[in-house]
Every structure is written in C-alpha cells, then in structure tokens.
C-alpha cells in the first residue's frame, strides 16, 4: 500500500511538471497550424501575383510590338501623305495652264 501511496505522490509531482508543458505544447501546436494556415494563403497570393505579372509582362511585349507596328505604319502613312500633297499642289499648278 505505501508503495502505490509513493507511486501516486511521484505521479504527481511529476504531473505538476509535465501538465503546463502539455498546455504549452498545445498553445505551440495552435500557433504551428495558424502560420502554415497564413503561409499557405501567403504563397497562394504569391503565385497569383507572379502570374498576373508574367501576363502583364506578355501584354508589354505584344503591345510594345503594336506599337512599333503602328509607328512604322504612321511614318509610312506620312510619307504617302506628303507624296500625295505634292502631286495634288503639282497638278494644281498645271490646272492653271490648261484654262
């Protein structure tokens, strides 16, 4: 009997000891599982925004190109349009000679 009297009382001590590292444990655990819940929406929004920037920056190279392509239609454009200008102020000076 005084065998489980000792046995009981070293129970707990030791208990006094061990009960407040379990709770602790356990805040730990909560704390763990709450920043991989965080870390994993973190790296969600991560990957979204390194796709919504690779498409912006597919966008900048295809409008970038647009614009070069536009550029070089406008200069063309311009070149047709003085060409133009001169025949019609060419002619329009040959209009006199034919009244």
Do not use: H
Not at 17 to 24: T, V
């Amino acid at each position: 009997m005084w065998d489980w009297v000792l046995a009981m009382e070293a129970f707990a001590k030791a208990n006094k000891d061990i009960e407040p590292k379990r709770k602790k444990v356990a805040s730990l655990k909560e704390k763990l599982k709450k920043s991989e819940d965080e870390l994993l929406v973190l790296r969600e929004n991560f990957i979204k925004l390194k796709e919504t920037i690779i498409k912006l920056n597919d966008d900048l190279v295809k409008f970038k190109s647009d614009m070069v392509k536009y550029q070089d239609e406008t200069s063309q454009m311009q070149i047709k349009l003085d060409r133009a200008d001169k025949l019609i102020t060419g002619l329009a000076s040959t209009r006199d000679g034919w009244i």
